[in-house]
């Protein structure tokens, strides 16, 4: 079982994380430069952990030549499977679209210069979606590089246009939440083979360990939710999307 994107340096025990409920490989998002350098060595501690590289776009304030200059350097690591975290946030007050459109942007580019997928997170808030819009207008021109929608939250306009770009969905814990029914709609309704589980682990517990701190193996949790939205045994979702995981990220040897 794959957790697909997880914050294993942010928990006390990374070590000990691993391995729990059948869980097999996950992959450490690197969400500024600290985490970046944190994640290349639990993946280079930890032969089940793989990692990616990136700037959030909450911290954009970290965005700095220096900071761009360490990234790429960790870019072409042989066990960084990704770039990213990257994209538009909307949520908090003192959101600066500016520096985050500039990362976003040079994020892109990055992975398409190493020929690695982009994770991307988009958030804005209740009732709004200036963030997914401004995602898709990002996207729009670089159609050439590999994307995953991490912890997708089932927004209909993004959902469409990842559906013919080609991106892979990411769904995490908020997927088992009651009243997340456009994030189920789209758990059911996107293609087996586009499919992602995750955790965001420390973030989003699914149900039924809602409420407390999340950990990768929790992944299997909501492996049950979605084959249970999807009609479908939950063993072959998870051989499914753990081959999709594998495919996304060039792991297929693993």
Wanted: aromatic share 8%; glycine share 12%.
């Amino acid at each position: 079982m794959f957790d697909t994107h997880c914050h294993l340096d942010y928990l006390g025990d990374p070590a000990s994380a691993r391995g729990e409920l059948g869980l097999t490989g996950m992959v450490c998002i690197g969400a500024g430069p600290q985490h970046a350098r944190n994640a290349v060595a639990l993946a280079e501690q930890f032969p089940d952990v793989w990692a990616t590289v990136g700037l959030h776009p909450t911290s954009t304030g970290d965005d700095s030549p220096g900071t761009r200059a360490d990234l790429e350097a960790l870019a072409p690591h042989p066990r960084v499977v990704g770039i990213g975290e990257s994209g538009l946030d909307d949520y908090w007050d003192d959101t600066r679209r500016g520096p985050q459109l500039a990362a976003f942007e040079w994020q892109l580019d990055l992975a398409a210069r190493v020929g690695k997928p982009l994770v991307i997170h988009v958030r804005d808030r209740a009732g709004q979606d200036s963030a997914h819009r401004g995602v898709m207008d990002v996207l729009a021109a670089w159609p050439e590089v590999p994307v995953i929608l991490h912890c997708f939250s089932g927004h209909p306009g993004l959902l469409a246009f990842g559906l013919e770009r080609g991106a892979h969905f990411g769904f995490a814990g908020n997927v088992t939440y009651k009243n997340a029914r456009e994030i189920q709609e789209a758990a059911r309704t996107v293609p087996l083979e586009r499919l992602l589980l995750e955790t965001d682990a420390p973030f989003l517990a699914p149900v039924p360990k809602r409420g407390k701190p999340n950990r990768p193996g929790y992944v299997r949790h909501t492996l049950e939710f979605v084959a249970g939205l999807r009609g479908m045994d939950a063993g072959e979702l998870e051989r499914v999307t753990d081959e999709n995981a594998r495919r996304i990220y060039r792991l297929l040897g693993a």
